[in-house]
Antibody
Framework: EVQLVESGGGLVKPGGSLRLSCAASGFIFGTYSMNWVRQAPGKGLEWVSS????????YYANSVKGRFTISRDNAENSLFLQINGLRAEDTALYYC???????????WGQGTLVTVSS | DIQMTQSPSTLSASVGDRVTITCRAS??????LAWYQQKPGKAPKLLIYKASNLQKGVPSRFSGSGSGTEFTLTISSLQSDDIATYYC?????????FGQGTKLEIK
């Protein structure tokens, strides 16, 4: 059974940092592209970042470019999102999802909540 | 960047009704479109991929059609369990833009 479990969210002051993790199981993690998608409270879905299976291709939404860094450890079946310079508008539930270019997000985690507030 | 626009934003229908949601892309995305269902407090669930392919385990009352810039999600006979917000998403490039969502309510 495919499982994605996010962790690392929390309450952070503006300007602070967090490292989100996503533990994958039930599939050959190293053969799939992965994504981070976020959802602000009461709002829609926003794609944040994507990473190819071998980490050669990495992309970010304009809203997070320069502040967020996506990475993965295929040996540990884990996906990460380092988020720096947090702003109030980054407050959201952050989902990891399996998918990429020409491949839909077929599995999603339950999300980890990031709250940015002073 | 390609924009994805869904209509309507909110839809009220009765059990048993045929329901249609539209998604328009600002440029052609061929058939690289997915539909997701999201219930309150839950992660999105993939319903349809490549515009018209039903994801395994999804009830056959859901169907998708379209290509290029105009797409539709149809529920042939609305059930109470279908109450959710539905999102379209393009995935033909690295930028996986979502539509703004359509909230489906029971009349």
């Amino acid at each position: 059974e495919v499982q994605l479990v996010e962790s690392g969210g929390g309450l952070v002051k503006p300007g602070g940092s967090l490292r989100l993790s996503c533990a994958a199981s039930g599939f050959i993690f190293g053969t799939y592209s992965m994504n981070w998608v976020r959802q602000a409270p009461g709002k829609g879905l926003e794609w944040v970042s994507s990473i190819s299976s071998n980490s050669h291709y990495i992309y970010y939404a304009n809203s997070v470019k320069g502040r967020f860094t996506i990475s993965r450890d295929n040996a540990e079946n884990s996906l990460f999102l380092q988020i720096n310079g947090l702003r109030a508008e980054d407050t959201a539930l952050y989902y990891c999802a399996r998918g990429g270019t020409f491949y839909p997000n077929d599995y999603w985690g339950q999300g980890t909540l990031v709250t940015v507030s002073s | 960047d390609i924009q994805m626009t869904q209509s309507p934003s909110t839809l009220s229908a009765s059990v048993g009704d045929r329901v249609t949601i539209t998604c328009r892309a600002s440029q052609s995305i061929s058939s690289w479109l997915a539909w997701y269902q999201q219930k309150p407090g839950k992660a999105p669930k993939l319903l349809i991929y490549k515009a018209s392919n039903l994801q395994k385990g999804v009830p056959s009352r859901f169907s998708g059609s379209g290509s290029g810039t105009e797409f539709t999600l149809t529920i042939s006979s609305l059930q109470s369990d279908d109450i959710a917000t539905y999102y379209c998403q393009k995935y033909n490039t690295y930028s996986q833009t979502f539509g703004q969502g359509t909230k489906l309510e029971i009349k």
